[in-house]
């Protein structure tokens, strides 16, 4: 939890925020995360201002990673702001500090949504009926996201760089950069890697895609989806992408048969989409991207093997996580194969 | 023959069974529930993998060795960066037979290694692809 002089220093920085005359800030409890970042559920008194009263509120400190996409914190807030402002079911975002000065990092305050993260939990509280309309609630949301074109950026996200042709060259660069980071040698990511390049589609339109969309990173009360979160990997990108990271295998935790996501089929997702998107989902461009999906979360998999870190069940974790990649490769090998006969 | 009286694959079984039955009880609804859980997972893990084929990685070897036509004389590490290599450059066929055996060496070098870490994990997956994709 947090120490007291820095929920006396957030004190002080939410009263400055909101004009307050007072303000009284207590932690609630902490909230999943990666490892190394801030995140708390914290309640504020607020006396005096345009925000007096008592407020749920969320802080999220900027993360540690060695992930080249990842965004810090004040370009994150800067998306959700666009996003929340698009009508995104969102947590709203309020404040941000961007100096590092006040935590010893970056952070931002939103507003709490209050339901859960939780996948088992949800997974086990959703009838298959229930599943389905909170997959099509997703789906809605995910079109409603990508309504935001690159041609028509907001000024605000100008910093995110724009693809060019050779966006899948740059993403099998990185990849390649990343296995030549890590221990061993790994042939079948590598032959992935290739396929990749080889058969990535022609993207006539490029959208904010969130790019990490999935169970864990959206709030739900029951069916009812209550806020998308975690917007750090947000970029330009094939608006399928989201379809296809979210029905990913690797993403669907325990219910493998609840295709979107591990919440609800896959035909519930496609619905909601095409209600708020006006079009029909390509369904084997999201095959693609699924695939694309199982490389991505292989490689990460193997990147977190690879920095260890902090204590002993740390250790045991990252270890653990590293052979996760297995399942990505088995992944990648049927589904390529699959893809292939799809296609002929 | 093993040099202690009590076998590393016996310790280890011993090891995993009083985990199971000794603290992972008491550990649910507790912090330590997901430790528990990860050290039983990596202590089983540890067991399948000395319980396994020691002849698998030659037999790797020596596939790989036919795909790229050159001998690495055991040394499964350099046949195996050699390959990653020469798939990276494209130096192998990409249709045909050759792509074939490339395609057949990764998924049994792939599931040589999934049947330690996550065995269920093949089990499930083969018995959904009998139903749909």
């Known amino acids: 939890m947090l120490a007291r002089n820095a929920v006396t220093a957030l004190s002080g920085f939410v009263r400055a925020a909101t004009k307050a005359e007072r303000t009284s800030l207590s932690v609630d409890r902490a909230l999943p995360s990666a490892v190394g970042r801030a995140h708390y559920q914290v309640t504020a008194e607020i006396a005096g201002g345009p925000f007096a009263g008592r407020h749920a509120l969320v802080v999220r400190g900027e993360g540690e990673t060695t992930d080249r996409f990842a965004l810090a914190s004040a370009d994150e807030f800067a998306i959700r702001r666009v996003a929340f402002r698009t009508g995104l079911t969102t947590p709203e975002p309020l404040w941000l500090e961007p100096s590092g000065n006040v935590l010893g990092k970056p952070f931002m305050i939103l507003r709490h949504a209050a339901g859960t993260t939780d996948a088992a939990a949800l997974q086990s509280a959703l009838s298959v009926e229930e599943g389905d309309r909170l997959a099509y609630r997703v789906g809605q949301e995910l079109a409603r996201l990508h309504r935001i074109a690159i041609d028509r950026a907001p000024a605000e996200i100008a910093f995110l760089p724009k693809p060019g042709a050779e966006w899948a060259l740059q993403r099998a660069t990185a990849w390649r950069a990343a296995l030549d980071a890590t221990a061993q040698p790994q042939p079948c990511f590598e032959w992935a890697i290739n396929w990749f390049e080889d058969h990535a589609p022609k993207v006539e339109r490029f959208a904010l895609v969130h790019r990490d969309l999935r169970l864990g990173n959206f709030v739900a009360d029951g069916e009812k989806l209550v806020g998308i979160l975690d917007f750090e990997q947000v970029a330009w990108c094939d608006p399928m992408e989201d379809l296809g990271w979210l029905a990913a295998r690797g993403g669907r935790h325990g219910l493998p048969e609840r295709e979107a996501g591990g919440i609800g089929s896959r035909e519930a997702l496609y619905d909601g989409y095409r209600a708020v998107a006006g079009h029909e989902v390509d369904d084997r461009r999201v095959r693609f991207w699924e695939i694309a999906a199982a490389l991505r979360h292989g490689i990460a998999s193997l990147q977190r093997a690879a920095r260890p870190g902090g204590d002993a069940e740390q250790g045991l974790e990252a270890a653990l996580t590293g052979l996760q990649s297995l399942e990505a490769e088995y992944d990648l090998l049927l589904e390529i194969e699959h893809y292939g006969a799809e296609g002929a | ?133």
């Open chain 2, 1 to 133: 023959m093993a040099l202690l009286q009590t076998t590393a694959d016996e310790l280890l079984q011993r090891a995993i069974e009083t985990l199971r039955a000794r603290i992972l009880p008491h550990a649910a609804g507790t912090p330590d529930h997901e430790a528990a859980l990860a050290a039983l997972r990596a202590l089983a893990i540890a067991h399948a993998e000395l319980a396994s084929d020691p002849a698998i990685i030659g037999r790797e070897v020596a596939e790989i060795e036919a795909l790229l036509g050159q001998s690495f004389q055991g040394d499964a590490v350099a046949a195996k960066r050699a390959l990653a290599q020469a798939v990276r450059v494209r130096s192998l066929p990409s249709d045909g037979p050759g792509e074939v055996r490339l395609r057949d060496h990764l998924l049994k070098a792939t599931a040589n290694r999934l049947r330690l870490t996550n065995p269920k994990y093949m089990t499930r997956r083969q018995r959904r692809a009998e139903s749909s994709y």
